[in-house]
């Protein structure tokens, strides 16, 4: 098949999804074409079938909002004609979903028929899908959408639960490649805990919706239980005030802020636990990346996550907040090396169940179903 992928190019999970699928659906044959406004962080192979297109929107000093989804509705309609697109499959509904509209209307004047498929994958819903200014865009464009998938059950009852829509929503949930998941790289774990400190980590976007505050706090009361380092991976805008806390409790010392990575795999790998703290979290990616590096998760029991963390099996549950059960539950994994090892292994074992080559075939087959519709 002759793919179209729109997506967020930057460290967000939608876009990671959306690049690994387009990846992986390449190794299989498929020709892949990102359209985005810039390159995905990890498309990474130089796989022959494997295309980027640019959307560059013109700062004509008459915009003060440049109109990127009118860019981006063109730019799907000149590679879907070009490249001979079977199928569009854009991910995070905003503006995605309604740009691919438009592009299907244009290509539909002309005589050609381009599905569809919109992926939600969580805040394009629950936080910025729920500002009434967005509202009837988001429904009109999940209505119109050949498909619609959502990565985890909670996700498709929020859908239900915050807009008038009707239509089938499919639930395929986000994967991992296992295989390309490193081992414990114990020269690297020295370096970040030289004196066999445990790790915890924590990755994101630094949004408010993470509260990586609560990060900081229950690092802090598993430091005064046992020796410790946190390292935290990403940037945004909650950065500054953490680095600010992290000072104001003394812990500074322990806490090593490490931006923005790529390929956070490597230092993922040479840790002991991955602490997620989210207000509302669809799925949790970066939990499920922890797990398949063996390390298990300490998390907030909200949207999605207890589908991915298993309580008491991949790690533990929490009420969003709540840092002293968090901060138990981490001690309680933490505090032997035979829990520990337990915890490892069920964390792999789950992450295997969202293997690619498991969720792979099922948007294959969702695609299928969907060129067949359109033949009908
Ligand atoms: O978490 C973010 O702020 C980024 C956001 C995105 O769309 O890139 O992540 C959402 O999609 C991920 C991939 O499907 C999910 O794993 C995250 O749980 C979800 N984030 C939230 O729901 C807050």
């Not at 200014?133 to 859908?159: G, N, W």
Request: proline letters at 5%; aromatic letters at 8%; hydrophobic letters at 40%.
């Amino acid at each position: 098949m002759r793919i179209g992928i729109v997506c967020y190019p930057t460290f967000g999970g939608s876009g990671v999804v959306a690049t690994e699928l387009g990846l992986a659906l390449a190794h299989k044959g498929h020709t892949i074409h990102f359209i985005t406004y810039d390159r995905p962080v990890r498309l990474r192979d130089h796989l022959g079938n494997v295309f980027y297109h640019e959307v560059r929107v013109s700062d004509y000093p008459l915009f003060d909002y440049p109109p990127y989804e009118l860019v981006l509705s063109s730019k799907i309609v000149d590679v879907a004609k070009y490249e001979g697109l079977d199928l569009l499959h854009v991910h995070y509904a905003i503006p995605h979903a309604n740009a691919a509209w438009m592009a299907q209307q244009i290509l539909a004047a002309q005589g050609i028929r381009l599905p569809f498929i919109t992926t939600l994958h969580g805040t394009d819903i629950t936080l910025v899908g729920r500002d009434p200014s967005f509202e009837p865009v988001i429904t009109f464009s999940i209505e119109r959408s050949d498909a619609v998938t959502a990565v985890s059950e909670s996700l498709k009852q929020d859908t239900y639960a915050h807009f008038p829509v009707k239509r089938d929503i499919r639930v395929i949930p986000n994967f991992v490649c296992n295989a390309q998941y490193p081992k414990r790289d114990e020269e690297l774990t020295k370096r970040y805990a030289p004196n066999g400190e445990k790790l915890l980590v924590h990755i994101s976007n630094f949004r408010k919706v993470k509260r990586v505050g609560d990060v900081v706090e229950v690092f802090k009361r598993v430091r005064e239980r046992m020796p410790a380092r946190l390292l935290l991976i990403g940037d945004g805008p909650e950065r500054q005030r953490i680095e600010g806390m992290c000072r104001s409790l003394g812990v500074c010392g322990d806490i090593l802020f490490l931006g923005k990575m790529t390929d956070p795999e490597d230092v993922l790998a040479s840790c002991d636990l991955f602490v997620l703290t989210s207000e509302s979290e669809s799925f949790g990616l970066a939990a499920l990346e922890a797990m398949a590096c063996r390390v298990p998760v300490v998390s907030t029991d909200t949207g999605g996550t207890p589908e991915v963390n298993i309580h008491g099996v991949t790690g533990f549950l929490s009420p969003v907040g709540d840092v002293d059960s968090m901060a138990e539950n981490a001690v309680s994994i933490l505090k032997d090396e035979a829990t520990l090892e337990r915890f490892r292994e069920g964390a792999l074992e789950q992450a295997r169940r969202f293997d690619v080559d498991i969720v792979l075939p099922r948007y294959e087959e969702l695609y299928e179903g969907v060129l067949a519709q359109v033949k009908a």
